[in-house]
């Protein structure tokens, strides 16, 4: 069974850093590419990263372009998400979700909140 | 960038009966090199987050009950659900794959039971 585990989401003032933390488990983490796509309160989803499998290859969407940056460490098993110069309108649910190229999105986490006030 | 646009915003159905949810992309999301269509379906459930399927469209995501079906091509699809269950109330999402990124969500679509 395939786990996805986020953490490090909580409160923080705007302009603060903070870094997400995706715990993967029961697949070959390394063999997928892996998003992080964002639901502000109330409203639909957003998508705002992705990285390849192997980590040569990263997209913004251009609401997180030049402050947020996604890595992985496959040693690990871990997928990160260190967002800088945070906003009010970066408030919102951080779900990690692994990305299939037939199927889309097909493994999701929990979610983190991370509110910025 | 390809936006999605569903229909409609919300939708209320009685119990047995089909729900329709359209969602239409500003460009084709067919893959001319294996003529599939990169369209996924998200089921997302009030405190849950989303579930897959459907993807490439019309392909059930394994354990999603028959009654959930997709179809479409191009820059038009629809999620059907043949005889709505109490349990299928959720937000829908339609979302594209096709392009590099950003791989772009619908707005959702709210169905409730009438």
């Known amino acids: ?29 390394s063999n997928y590419g892996m998003h992080w796509v964002r639901q502000a309160p109330g409203k639909g989803l957003e998508w705002v990263a992705i990285i390849w499998y192997d980590g040569e ?12 940056t996604i890595s992985r460490d496959n040693s690990k098993n871990t997928l990160y998400l260190q967002m800088n110069s945070l906003r009010s309108e ?18 999701w986490g929990q979610g ?3 509110i910025v006030s | 960038d390809i936006v999605m646009t569903q229909s409609p ?5 009685s119990l047995g009966e089909r729900a329709t949810i359209n969602c239409k992309s500003s460009q084709s999301l067919l ?44 820059t038009n699809f629809t999620l059907t659900i043949s005889s709505l ?11 594209q794959y096709v392009s590099p990124p950003p791989y772009t969500f619908g707005q959702g679509t709210k169905l409730e039971i009438k």
């Open chain 1, 90 to 107: 970066d408030t919102a649910v951080y779900y990690c979700t692994r990305g299939s190229p037939i199927r889309g999105m097909d493994v």
């Open chain 2, 31 to 74: 893959y001319n090199s294996n003529t599939e269509n990169y369209l996924a379906w998200y089921q997302q459930k009030r405190g849950q987050p989303p579930k897959l399927l459907i993807y490439w469209a019309s392909i059930r995501e394994s354990g999603v009950p028959d009654r959930f079906s997709g179809s479409g091509s191009g």
């Open chain 1, 57 to 68: 290859n990263k997209y913004y969407s251009e609401s997180v372009k030049g402050r947020f």
């Open chain 2, 9 to 13: 915003d919300s939708l209320a159905v």
């Open chain 1, 1 to 29: 069974q395939v786990q996805l585990v986020e953490s490090g989401g909580g409160v923080v003032q705007p302009g603060r850093s903070l870094r997400l933390s995706c715990a993967a488990s029961g697949s070959t983490f």
């Open chain 2, 85 to 95: 269950q109490a349990e299928d109330v959720a937000v829908y999402y339609c979302q």
């Open chain 1, 112 to 114: 983190t909140t991370v």
